[in-house]
């Protein structure tokens, strides 16, 4: 059984200038720990396995620790996928859709909730498919396209009834420079109340959460790729379950354009109220902000300026890290890890391989 306590659906999230601006963040006490040892060695005397080690050839040094086998989120029980294809698609009612990026903002951000009738089962981290009303240029319908699902398995309503998405209108000028909408981005983004929408999934297991309520979780969004994470924070901060009691840290870096295309601010604000201790966020506004050396402010860069705290908490085996948005932000992302694991005599490369086996490492770009 599981309550939410805060469901207010705070949408309008985007007009006023960022709150947790890096100096705020730094200044805040749950910067400085998060209750968190925050060296390995600190880690040890509190009784926390450390996964990271540079490889040594020296028979005295201290055995590997050995891990403790997890169950893999792969074979998690009660995750449905692909109920429903195309073919077949469930047909869900729009029951809001609201423009969650200010007007000056670069591109529209819409929040939509669907009505389900608990028909639509899936956990946080899955995605459903959208097929958009009317025929290709073939005479075809059109394909699916999918969206990560923005709500706790609860949904917005907390009666586990609703579906709700986080999607970008996509419209470009194309080499001929005539403007191109998007098919399905444009459908849903224009869907009334009360309209139909055919729903496929739902699908995913990748960006499952992990089960363990006292492990550090890395949300690394860019734009929309915010999507997972609200439903992972929102199970973490505004519901409440008997078997789920998020007391770990729940640590989100989020990029975009500018701080009128801010996503989810003030909710993401109110949970920090909450659970100070728990919850840290760092906004990149690659179009407002710079780094000492002068460059655009993108997720990786604003990562950076953490960096040997993010090293850390990637030592420790119940650190999980989740990235969802561009294709590009992961380069990014390895280019701050790589020195860092270098240093300590470790290929990032290879320890990332090893994170991502062990499900600690979980990606989802596009
Ligand atoms: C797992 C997954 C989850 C996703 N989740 C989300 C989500 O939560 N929210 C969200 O908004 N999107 C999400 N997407 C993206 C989404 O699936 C669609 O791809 C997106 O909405 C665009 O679809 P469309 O039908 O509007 O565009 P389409 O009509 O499919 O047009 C897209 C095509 O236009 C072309 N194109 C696009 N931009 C340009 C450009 N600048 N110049 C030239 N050509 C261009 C490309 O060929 C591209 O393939 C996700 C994708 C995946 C794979
Ligand atoms: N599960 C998934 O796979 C999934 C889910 C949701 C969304 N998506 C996809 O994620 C993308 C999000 O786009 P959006 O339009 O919503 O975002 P957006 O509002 O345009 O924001 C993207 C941010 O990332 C920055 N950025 C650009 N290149 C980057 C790079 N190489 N590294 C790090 N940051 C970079 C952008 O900066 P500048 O623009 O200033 O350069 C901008 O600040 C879309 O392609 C969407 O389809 C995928």
């Known amino acids: 059984m599981a309550a939410v306590t ?9 007009t006023t200038t960022p709150s947790c601006s890096s100096k705020a963040a730094a ?38 620790p050995v891990k403790e ?6 074979q998690e029980e009660g995750v449905v996928t692909n109920k429903y294809r195309p ?29 389900t009738d608990g028909e639509v089962p ?5 995605s459903i498919g959208v097929v958009a009303d009317g025929l ?17 398995a609860l949904g917005d309503f907390g009666d586990s009834k609703t579906v709700s998405l986080c ?34 999934g739902p699908v995913g297991k990748e960006m499952l959460m992990p089960k363990d309520p006292n492990a550090t979780i890395i949300m690394l969004a860019t734009g929309t790729g915010i999507a997972p994470f609200r439903s992972f924070l929102w199970k973490m901060f505004f519901e409440k379950y008997e078997d789920y009691k998020f007391n770990g840290l729940g640590w989100l870096f989020l990029g975009v354009p500018t701080s009128s295309s801010l996503l989810y601010k003030e909710e993401f604000g109110k949970m920090k109220a909450k659970a100070p201790e728990n919850f840290r966020v760092d906004y990149a506004i690659s179009r407002e902000e710079t780094n000492a050396e002068g460059q655009k402010m993108y997720i990786q860069t604003k990562m950076a300026e953490y960096k040997d705290e993010l090293w850390e908490l990637l030592k420790k085996d119940n ?25 300590e005599g470790i290929d990032w490369l290879d320890y990332r391989k090893q994170l991502k086996k062990s499900e600690q490492w979980n990606v989802e770009v596009y």
């Open 167 to 200: 999607v970008k209108r996509l419209v470009y000028t194309n080499d001929q420079g005539e403007v191109v909408k998007g098919v399905c981005s444009n459908f849903l983004c224009d869907l009334k109340p009360g309209a139909d929408v055919n729903i496929t």
């Open 6 to 14: 805060a469901a207010a659906v705070s949408l309008r999230s985007s």
């Open 136 to 152: 290709d240029k073939n005479g075809k319908p059109h394909k699916l396209r999918l969206y990560s699902i923005a709500s706790s």
């Open 122 to 126: 899936y956990k946080e981290g899955q």
């Open 69 to 74: 086998k997890k169950v893999s989120k792969k």
């Open 319 to 343: 650190t999980y890290v989740y990235m969802c948005g561009l294709k590009g932000m992961e380069k990014g992302i390895d280019e701050i890890m790589i020195p860092l694991a270098a240093k």
């Open 27 to 64: 200044a805040s006490p749950s910067h400085s720990h998060c209750g968190f040892p925050r060296t390995a060695a600190a880690g040890r005397r509190h009784g926390l396995r450390i996964r990271a080690q540079a490889v040594s050839t020296d028979a005295s040094a201290p055995p590997e």
């Open 87 to 115: 073919k077949e698609p469930y047909v869900g009612k729009c029951l809001l859709n609201t423009k969650i990026t200010a007007d000056d903002a670069p591109g529209e951000t819409w929040h939509m909730v669907f009505a």
